[in-house]
Every structure is written in C-alpha cells, then in structure tokens.
Nanobody, 126 residues
Framework: VQLQASGGGWVQAGGSLTLSCAIS????????MGWFRQAPGKGREFVAG????????FDQDSVKGRFTISRDNAKNTFYLRMNDLTPEDTAVYYC????????????????????WGQGTLVTVSS
C-alpha cells in the first residue's frame, strides 16, 4: 500500500487549504484513515480520522469546527479540509491507513496505523 499526500503550502492566518491523500496498492474501502501532524520540534499528533464508510469521524479538540475529514472510496482518496488556519497549525501533515479494525473504528494512536504517506508541509503566517 502506498499513500501520497498533497495540497500543502503557504497560507495566511484565516485562510484555507485542502489536503489530499491518494492510496494505491490495496482495497481502500476497508481501511480507517487518519491525518496526523508534526510541528517543528514537537511530536507527531493525531488530527482527524474517518472510518471506511465515512459515517464516523473523530477530530482533536484543537481543530474541531475548523477541519473536516472526508473520503471518496471510488477515487481511493481522502481529504482534510482546513479552514480558519492559525500559525499554530503550521506542521508537516501525514496521512495514514489503519487496517486492523477493518475500517470500522478510528484510532488516535500513531502505532496503530500500518501505512504512512510522505507528509506535506503546511505553513500558516500571521
């Protein structure tokens, strides 16, 4: 399984970006998917996740109401829409796939995810 993240870039505070993660190599629909991020000098933290059906999502408190995760199983792609960005959102964003729950449960634990994308940098200026 290979994950390819894209969509990062530079944006001013208050702006928006949409990250995409394309998956290849296996059946996408039975994986739960997650977005993590790693700010400079900090550890990698969970941001949001989505089950295979898209019927359940889980967002960290710091991004609730601003970020939205979604997926298109037909396109083997999932997304992270980020609105009202702040400098604190500056980080490398990673997409990840979890097969252990057969896609029915979202985990916030980094170690649960089996496959990772290469990361895409989001920079938010004040």
């Amino acid at each position: 399984v290979q994950l390819q993240a894209s969509g990062g870039g530079w944006v001013q505070a208050g702006g928006s970006l949409t990250l995409s993660c394309a998956i290849s190599g296996r059946t996408f629909s039975h994986y739960a998917m997650g977005w993590f991020r790693q700010a400079p000098g900090k550890g990698r933290e969970f941001v949001a996740g989505i089950t295979w059906s898209g019927s359940s999502t889980f967002d960290q408190d710091s991004v609730k109401g601003r970020f939205t995760i979604s997926r298109d199983n037909a396109k083997n792609t999932f997304y992270l829409r980020m609105n009202d960005l702040t400098p604190e959102d500056t980080a490398v964003y990673y997409c990840a796939a979890d097969r252990t729950s057969s896609g029915v449960r979202v985990s916030t634990l980094r170690r649960v995810y089996d496959y990772w994308g290469q990361g895409t940098l989001v920079t938010v200026s004040s």
